[in-house]
């Protein structure tokens, strides 16, 4: 009896509220995204607002089960969790029904159940005990490769059921991987990969990798090379370039002015090798690298965007982009959900008025749309209630976090505050134009049973764990 009075008392229960508060606002969004004048009671089972109801009282028994659960066991169950997750994720290719084009969902009669977002939680677990051990080293070889190993398996298991978005999230691990001593330089080199995808997409490869060749050119200039000697190897690598350039036209090559680029720059490589050891150039082999590294990332980029995104993925991030413009058909949804929020202006047009949302002119909108829902009955003043509720609660969890004594509470708790984070940001970012539609839902607030119990588990699991924050689980 102490010890769950103990528990209780030890409970942050801020974090608690703001949880209750974000599912009942998300509830009522539902109810208004859906609502049906011939079910008008928000209890109605047989429609979506009811459902939720549904799951949401599922979700209260499943975050008490959770912390009735000794704190030591979500630890000693990390790796087994995960593994099996990624047994379900498996099965799914094989057993799983296609939902919006994407093989991940298990159907059991009327109830869907979809693993990748279970698979979440599960990870995190993982990563935290992984990353939690004595012995775990983050600048050795060996542990940023089982630290991948445990990220990428469960994301391309996902991307292979073509559900690209619940993949992207795990990219938001590297913030986590970050606080827990990554270099900044590998997080500055995540942020111009990003920055060059965005560039390949909009000008061509040939255009980017000029601009690589430039951008080397300056670091060499930087590092202490004369002009004249850097002026000398873009002289051999614009012969190597028109050379190669003439012997394609002569022939039935037909490589492409990007292709032609790179065979010139490997072709130098040695050479420029050779003459900067002999020089005794400092970190010129660095900046080789980088530029080959480069390359080959806009090729993938190229080839990637090409032949594995889904051609609606690609209308939707062209559209974004500008390269594009196309609003009654890849941009429709984006479109018709900046008029449904700009409409509701800085009070909104009331409970149950919207005009977008009641003729159904946003498709989804009570899953990955539901803010547009928000900012057409509520307008600013609703829409900003709710980023700073989310806000909130990110930096609750991040305080949390920080006063852990146990890493693997502390690095389970930045998982979670990351994971929510991207979430709410491309979610957000989706309804305004401001990210792809990639389609993920909005934490707390997007219908769906397998959305909310996973956020339920991925929150209660540090709630628990906070609740012990005396004990050292390590």
Known sequence: ???????????????????AILVFLGWINIYAAVYNEDHQSIFDATQRYGKQLIWIGAAIFIAIIILTIESKFYSAFAYPTLILMIALLL????FGVKVNGARSWFQLGTIRFQPAEFAKFATNLAIARYISQYNFKIHKIKSLFITGLILFTPAVLILMQNDTGSALVYSVFILVLYREGLSGFVLLLTLLAAVFFIFTLIYSSFTVAILIVIIAAVSLKMIGVQVKQIALAFALLAGSFGTLWLI???????????????????????PFLAYTYRSKIKNAALILLLVIGSLLYTFSVSYIFDRVLEPHQQQRINELLGIQSDPYGAGYNVNQSKIAIGSGGFSGKGFLNGTQTKFNFVPEQSTDFIFCTVGEEWGFLGSALVLILHLSLILRLIFLAERQRSSFSRIYGYGVAAILFFHIAINVGMTI????????????????G???????????IFVRLDANRLELLR
């Open 1 to 19: 009896m102490n010890r769950r009075v103990s528990l209780i008392k030890n409970l942050d229960w801020i974090t608690i509220l703001l949880y």
């Open 91 to 94: 099965a799914v290719l094989v």
């Open 248 to 270: 394609n036209k002569g022939t039935d090559l037909q490589l492409g002015n990007f292709s032609l680029l790179v065979i010139s720059v490997l072709l130098n490589t040695i």
């Open 433 to 448: 134009g401001l990210a792809p539609v990639i389609g993920i839902p909005l934490p707390f607030f997007s219908y769906g």
């Open 450 to 460: 397998s959305s909310l119990w996973s956020f339920t588990i991925l929150l209660f």
